[in-house]
């Protein structure tokens, strides 16, 4: 059965959404991710419908390592989070070997998620910006973009009250010229070339999947709660209405940050005109274990941390 994933996903979403509306707990606690996993496999469908690839059916094997690196992603931010205090979890399950898998399993969604939208709307012909002027020399931009991104990273870990939304645009201006210099996809590589498509569809897919974290957190029994300094009324779900404006960033922090990964990877992305195509010398198998490991070994640390510090309410 063609579009079989995508069936699967509607049942989850759906059926998700039903259950937690009749008070299932089960159902309730667990709602973020059948929602998040159930949208991720309709858009696939959608994308492998309207354009024959798609990245869970054509690129599996990149898109089971996009959900290993997207956890160990997020991990980092609530690693930061332990410096801001933006935001803890509320409606926990205490037993933790429910709590650490559904933890991973939900922060696994963040980079598919993104990337899906990203590219339905890439299929969907949405294509704002694509024939601006070109950028000349972009490595003249380097010592800007590093200045940026440190100035970025290091204020709100400083500051936090004052310079907290300063980390959400740290990434891309830290990691940009180092994309861009390894040849692998980089905005900066783009606008090179007088297209700057990519960053519209990732502000706009930041967007809407923010709308979709809130209102799916909303109705999740599990969740997270924000605790943010300033700007904190009036809200939409959860989150403050200022608070959206991080999202569109953010997507673009995942797409340079996995384009940094790809370095790792000889250049292979995982987008279907460079997910198998190698610009470059890949990093040796037994580093890559090792890097491996590592972030498995930093996903349970932060698990612990994470129960420690960032848990407020438990069922």
């Given at each position: 059965m063609r579009y079989r994933h995508g069936?699967?996903?509607?049942?989850?979403?759906?059926?998700?959404?039903?259950?937690?509306?009749?008070?299932l707990e089960?159902?309730?606690?667990?709602?973020?991710?059948?929602?998040?996993?159930?949208?991720?496999?309709?858009?696939?469908?959608?994308?492998q419908w309207r354009s024959g690839d798609s990245l869970i059916v054509n690129r599996r094997s990149t898109f089971w390592v996009l959900c290993f690196v997207s956890a160990a992603f997020w991990f980092g931010w609530e690693l930061v989070n332990l410096r801001l205090h933006n935001w803890h979890y509320i409606g926990v399950p205490r037993q933790a070997w429910q709590r650490?898998?559904?933890?991973?399993?939900?922060?696994?969604?963040?980079?598919?998620?993104?990337?899906?939208?990203y590219e339905l709307l890439q299929v969907?012909?949405?294509?704002?910006?694509?024939?601006?002027r070109p950028l000349?020399?972009?490595?003249?931009?380097?010592?800007?973009?590093?200045?940026?991104?440190?100035?970025?990273?290091?204020?709100?870990?400083v500051w936090p009250r004052l310079f907290f939304p300063l980390v959400?645009?740290?990434?891309?201006?830290?990691?940009?010229?180092?994309?861009?210099?390894?040849?692998?996809?980089?905005?900066?590589?783009?606008?090179?070339?007088?297209d700057l498509s990519p960053l519209a569809r990732l502000l706009l897919a930041g967007l809407v999947c923010g709308l979709l974290w809130e209102g799916w957190n909303f109705l999740s029994g599990a969740r997270w709660a924000y605790t943010i300094p300033y700007?904190?009324?009036?809200?939409?779900?959860?989150?403050?209405?200022?608070?959206?404006?991080?999202?569109?960033?953010?997507?673009?922090?995942?797409?340079?940050?996995?384009?940094?990964?790809?370095?790792?990877?000889?250049?292979?992305?995982?987008?279907?005109?460079?997910?198998?195509?190698?610009?470059?010398?890949?990093?040796?198998?037994?580093?890559?274990?090792?890097?491996?490991?590592?972030?498995l070994g930093f996903d349970v640390l932060m698990l612990r941390l994470i129960d420690l510090y960032l848990i407020k309410g438990w069922i």
């Open positions: 069936v699967i996903g509607l049942v989850l979403l759906l059926g998700g959404t039903a259950g937690s509306l009749a008070g089960w159902v309730r606690t667990w709602y973020y991710q059948f929602a998040w996993w159930g949208y991720i496999l309709i858009v696939d469908a959608v994308i650490w898998p559904g933890a991973f399993i939900a922060y696994a969604t963040v980079l598919p998620g993104i990337f899906s939208t969907l012909g949405v294509n704002p910006w694509s024939r601006i000349r020399r972009p490595e003249k931009l380097y010592p800007y973009f590093l200045a940026i991104g440190t100035i970025s990273f290091v204020l709100p870990l959400w645009v740290a990434l891309v201006f830290l990691l940009e010229p180092l994309n861009h210099r390894a040849g692998v996809k980089s905005l900066l590589g783009y606008w090179q070339k007088g700007l904190a009324h009036p809200k939409l779900f959860a989150m403050p209405l200022a608070g959206f404006g991080g999202f569109p960033p953010f997507a673009v922090e995942c797409y340079v940050f996995f384009a940094t990964v790809s370095i790792l990877r000889g250049g292979r992305g995982w987008e279907r005109d460079d997910h198998d195509r190698m610009t470059r010398q890949p990093a040796p198998r037994w580093v890559i274990w090792l890097l491996g490991l590592a972030a």
